[in-house]
């Protein structure tokens, strides 16, 4: 066997060690997307601090940034662009509601656009196998874009705190299915 094989084999197995804190996590979010199914409102405030607290970070490495740059245009670009960034981390904190309905807008916008391109992209490869599957999950995500546009901007309350909860349980079952195949 070659040395990198030895070295890919030496880190599953030790990674196998371990399984059961693969499983420890999994079940830890499965708690925690029921939580946020169960306070769907929390979760969505929860979600807006975290782009906020994103936001402002990478704002702020953007100002920093800005002083390193070699000319006066880029300078300014980059001070503009961190300053830009800093102000709606600090708005999402300022105001999670509105940050909510902004984003929830958006999400609704990039579903709609992605879902299209993706139909548009499949449908554009027809002869090959596969493509109907490809303009289906297109037409789904604008389905759901334009589900969430129409219930906008009551539904910005809670369609935030939905997708972070399904992602916690998805996150979760992964990683106990992960612990429990690494287990075998």
Known sequence: MTLHGDTLNDAIGRTRDKWGWFVALGVVLLIFGGIAF????????????VVGWLMLMAGIIEIVHAFGVKTWSRFFYWLLSGLLYAVAGFFAFDNPLLASTVLTLLLAVALVASGALRAWVGY????ENGWGWVVAAGLISVLAGLTIAMGWPVNSLWVLGLFLAIDLIFQGWSFIALGLALKK
């Open 124 to 127: 554009s490869h027809r002869p």
């Open 38 to 49: 169960g306070n769907l409102f929390i979760a969505t405030v929860a979600s807006v601090y």
